[in-house]
């Protein structure tokens, strides 16, 4: 069964950091691709990030680019957020994603297929 | 980014009902969509990929049709564990893009 098991959210001031782990069990960590997502209190869902199943391509939404770094350990099947200068519109609960998907034509199409129960981020003053 | 617009935002129906949901692209995606369900309080749940392809153990009720820029999203019977709200999600492109959500209520 496929599992994956957020945690790191908390409350943190503007400007500041925290990093978002995710726990993945129940396939083969090292073989998938991953992304984060996540939803502002009341709102939709919006897409944050993207890695390959070996961390050579990482992709970032406009909103958090050069301030949210992407990354994972295949040998200890986690998933990392790291979240710096942090404003309070990036108060959200935070999902994590197991991808599905192909190649084709030099170009990869990826969707998410199981979806962790997400941590609470919340940037307040 | 593509931009992924979805109708109604919501609406109310009743157990039995058909229900369509239809999503728009602002460009040209093929097929590269899925659709997501979300409940209260739990994570979303992908129902449908490739535009039309059952996600494995989704309800038969569910369908997807559509490619380029329109799609919709069909629950043929809708039951009482069904009324939650639906995301239509581009993965044709970078930044990926999810509609807004249809709220699906009861009458």
């Known amino acids: 069964e496929v599992q994956l098991v957020e945690s790191g959210g908390d409350l943190v001031q503007p400007g500041g950091s925290l990093r978002l782990s995710c726990a993945a069990s129940g396939f083969t960590f090292s073989s998938s691709a991953m992304s984060w997502v996540r939803q502002a209190p009341g709102k939709g869902l919006e897409w944050v990030s993207y890695?390959?199943?070996?961390?050579?391509?990482?992709y970032y939404a406009d909103s958090v680019k050069g301030r949210f770094a992407i990354s994972k350990d295949n040998a200890k099947n986690s998933l990392y957020l790291q979240m710096n200068s942090l404003r309070v519109e990036d108060t959200a609960l935070y999902y994590c994603?197991?991808?599905?998907?192909?190649?084709?034509?030099?170009?990869?199409?990826?969707?998410?297929?199981?979806w962790g129960q997400g941590t609470l981020v919340t940037v307040s003053s | 980014a593509v931009r992924m617009t979805q109708s109604p935002s919501s609406f109310s129906a009743s157990t039995g009902d058909r229900v369509t949901i239809t999503c728009r692209a602002s460009?040209?995606?093929?097929?590269?969509l899925a659709w997501y369900q979300q409940k209260p309080g739990k994570a979303p749940k992908l129902l449908i990929y490739?535009?039309?392809t059952l996600q494995s153990g989704v309800p038969s009720r569910f369908s997807g049709s559509g490619s380029g820029t329109d799609f919709t999203l069909t629950v043929s019977y809708l039951q009482s564990e069904d009324f939650a709200t639906y995301y239509c999600h581009q993965y044709y492109n970078y930044p990926l893009t999810f509609g807004q959500g249809t709220k699906v209520e009861v009458k």
């Open positions: 490739a535009a039309s």
């Open positions: 890695i390959s199943h070996d961390g050579t391509t990482k």
């Open positions: 994603t197991k991808d599905q998907g192909f190649c084709s034509g030099g170009k990869c199409y990826r969707w998410g297929d199981y």
């Open positions: 460009q040209d995606i093929s097929s590269y």
